[in-house]
């Protein structure tokens, strides 16, 4: 027998598995040497850092406290604002899009929507025509839109009856998840824009609305699948004891689909905890969030602070490499119901 | 949460009292009820309009004009195609497509072969009893094959600089298929009988969770030839003046790496719990007849978990497309504009206050991704599903 011939079925040869080993240890130093050098890094003096590498503590180098002392105490103010910051809008805008997403989700998985195709023309054209008058002409937009509006119902009611499409519930599920093709820079203008003109820049709320938006399209995409795969008997039964649908969702549905709840929760507000771009666009000072503060770290004069940048993407990633090391079988399940029916 | 509304006469005394306001509250009740449909689906909907397709058509009008900024309000001015006009033609040219050169050897050889392969396609789908609307959709795939071709031939293989475009496709094709590759080389490694696989899955599984701000900086470190980890192979090499930061290619190679760093956990995760889902009979049945490990693996694993595989691939190109932080990290975008993305591109034209240039960027991005996403989901997630 080879080295390369299994000993039984459904097993590997001693040389296979050999091999197996070898490339998945490699893999993993890949892995795991980054992470293992922004660490030490955070724990070096700068002449560690300046003066060439070292490798193992206390033995290459004496470990020093110096940058974590600057981030926890001499920079707290900044430091601590950034974190609660990053803290409130993950939780805030990952509850938003997943409430908002999943009922949205749920309905397109239950109800049948037939939107007239002759109101979205209408719609679109009156919003393209409000764009155009207040941008291009400098129409007051409250005026452009009382003019839309009317517009609107006259359209509705005058095409209403010569285009007879309709739309159905695959076109509005494709039209949500398809936003998630838009890479932030093709919007991220017109909405500073719009949060500037209403006076809502560098707020939460501008950050937490933004956020939950762009994760949208994936809280319908899993949930939708994950509602679509659960049997429909138990909530028909929920209706003929006479509950809502509110009822039927909160009480039936929600408490079935808990692991895809759970998937999509975690994989949303990692999303949103790593933000770079929006946030940059959408936050100065008051809430500014902490890969804002990781960027910062190279704006002085002294280039960039390779420990305490380490020490603060150290901070950064402890809470979420927690997480995914507690809840990954989780993530990988729920978001395999959506990938598997595509 | 509407139930919640209706408050609970406590008490014979406070009955008579509520009852006019619990009546409300049902009626509030039945009306929430009778438009449940609708307020179930209209926050998504109403959240998309306003912040996703409103800035859509804004940004669009913005690509279409010449914005200037004047004491906290803005002035807006029709320029028609000019902005798209100044990257395709004018002097952002080089910004956007490259310096175009005089046809190389190999540029002609290559745009050559490009016009071919378009042909045979073309050929091969007309062969095959083409439909209206088919030809139509397919005319923006070869369209932008041959335009990235010939754009290719023209530029990088004439030996003269390429701009944003063929960068952006570079991170993404080249990216995205280094990727595929190892990650689902992992998975097929780590779905097989091994110990300590729950160690392995969780290890590979981390880099996803990292910030890319956080993944961006940390290469940057690991990349130092002079004070980085790897800085007494690199002088022992004699390299140690080498900076990957002002050569093109290595700067591109180097965030194309610490892009898979982060990505390749992605493809990993989806394909292992692909191949966990494969039943066992048929491939140990094969085995049992003498099949080597790879013909089981191309005749009935891959088949199976082929439609899941372009799944991945399909969200895996879509996030490619936006690629910004690490080449804004690790190199600014150069040496010069070689490792700039679209989406860095149209960051730096917000950052010197050129909406108009910024926006037609993006929407050329736009144009760029959904045709080739489309494409690639009809042309090859839809057909596997299909067959």
């Known amino acids: 027998m080879s080295l390369f011939t299994p000993r039984r079925v459904g097993h590997m040869s001693p040389g296979g598995s050999a091999i197996t080993y070898l490339l998945l240890i490699v893999w993993a130093a890949f892995v795991i040497f980054p992470i293992y050098w922004l660490v030490i890094t955070s724990f070096k003096s700068v002449n560690d850092v300046n003066s060439g590498p070292v490798f193992l503590p206390f033995i290459d180098f004496q470990p020093s406290l110096h940058a974590w002392r600057d981030l926890l105490i001499e920079d707290w103010a900044d430091t601590s604002r950034s974190y609660i910051n990053s803290i409130i809008i993950a939780l805030a805008s990952t509850a938003l899009s997943v409430l908002i997403g999943s009922m949205a989700a749920y309905a397109l998985a239950r109800v049948t929507y037939a939107p007239r195709l002759s109101t979205v023309l209408a719609f679109v054209l009156c919003m393209a025509a409000v764009l155009v008058a207040t941008m291009a002409y400098g129409v007051d937009w409250r005026l452009a839109g009382a003019v839309a509006v009317a517009l609107f119902v006259l359209m509705v009611r005058g095409l209403g009856n010569r285009i007879a499409g309709r739309l159905g519930n695959g076109d509005i599920l494709f039209w949500m998840i398809s936003q998630r093709i838009l890479a932030p820079v093709v919007v991220v203008v017109p909405i500073y824009m719009m949060f500037q003109s209403v006076g809502l820049l560098d707020t939460h709320i501008a950050i937490i609305l933004t956020y939950a938006v762009i994760n949208l399209p994936i809280v319908v995409w899993l949930m939708y699948d994950f509602f679509a795969s659960i049997p429909r008997d138990l909530e028909e039964s929920a209706q003929l004891d006479g509950a809502t649908m509110f009822t039927v969702f909160r009480e039936v549905v929600l408490p079935l689909s808990k692991p895809g709840l759970a998937a999509t929760t975690l994989l949303v507000m990692i999303l949103a905890w790593n933000e770079y771009l929006l946030a940059l666009f959408l936050s100065t000072a008051d809430a500014q969030t902490m890969p804002i503060l990781v960027a910062a770290m190279n704006a002085g004069e002294r280039g960039i602070l390779w420990w305490t940048m380490s020490a603060v993407i150290v901070v950064m990633i402890l809470p979420v490499l927690a997480l995914a090391v507690v809840l990954q079988r989780f993530i990988s399940k729920g978001i395999l119901v959506g990938a598997v029916k595509g | ?387």
Request: charged share 10%; proline share 5%.
């Open chain 2, 1 to 387: 949460m509407a139930a919640d509304l209706s408050p609970s006469p406590t008490g014979a005394a406070q009955a008579s009292a509520s009852l006019p306001a619990r009546s409300r509250g049902e009626r509030l009740n039945e009306w929430l009820d009778r438009n449940a449909r609708h307020i179930f689906l209209w926050p998504a909907v109403v959240l998309i309009l306003v912040f996703s397709i409103f800035p859509l058509v804004a940004s669009l009008v913005i690509a279409f004009s010449r914005i200037r900024l004047s004491g906290g309000g803005f002035q807006v001015r029709f320029v028609g195609w000019r902005n798209f006009d100044k990257q395709l033609f004018g002097s952002e040219q080089f910004h956007f497509l490259g310096t175009f050169g005089p046809l190389s050897l190999m540029g002609w050889v290559f745009g050559l072969a490009v016009t071919a392969g378009v042909i045979w396609w073309i050929a091969a789908y007309l062969r095959a009893g083409p439909t209206f609307i088919g030809t139509l959709g397919r005319l923006f795939p070869w369209g932008l094959v041959l335009g990235l071709g010939w754009l290719l031939s023209y530029t990088a293989l004439s030996g003269r600089p390429f701009g944003t475009l063929l960068t952006t496709y570079f991170y993404v094709l080249v990216g995205c298929a280094i990727q595929f590759v190892i990650g689902m080389g992992l998975a097929y490694l780590c779905s097989r009988a091994i110990r300590g696989r729950n160690f392995f899955r969780v290890l590979f599984f981390l880099p996803l969770m990292i910030t890319p701000i956080g993944i961006g900086y940390t290469f940057r470190m690991l990349a130092d030839t002079s004070k980085g980890p790897f800085s007494p192979l690199w002088q022992a090499a004699g390299l140690g003046d080498f900076s990957w930061a002002t050569d093109p290619w290595a700067a591109r190679m180097f965030i194309i790496i610490a892009d898979s760093w982060q990505w390749i956990p992605f493809v990993f995760i989806m394909l292992l719990a692909a191949f966990e889902n494969v039943p066992r009979d048929y491939s140990e049945a094969a085995s049992m007849d003498g099949a080597s490990e790879w013909q089981i693996f191309r005749e009935i694993t891959w088949p199976q978990i082929m439609p899941v595989a372009a799944t991945v691939m399909l969200i895996r190109v879509i996030e490619a497309f936006k690629i910004v932080d690490l080449p804004n990290i690790m190199t600014s975008g150069g040496p010069g504009i070689a490792t700039e993305s679209m989406s860095l591109h149209a960051l730096f034209a917000w950052r010197s206050l050129d909406l108009g240039q910024s926006s037609a960027v993006a929407y050329l991005l736009l144009f760029v991704t959904v045709v080739t996403c489309v494409s690639f989901f009809n042309l090859v997630v839809l057909r596997r599903v299909r067959s």
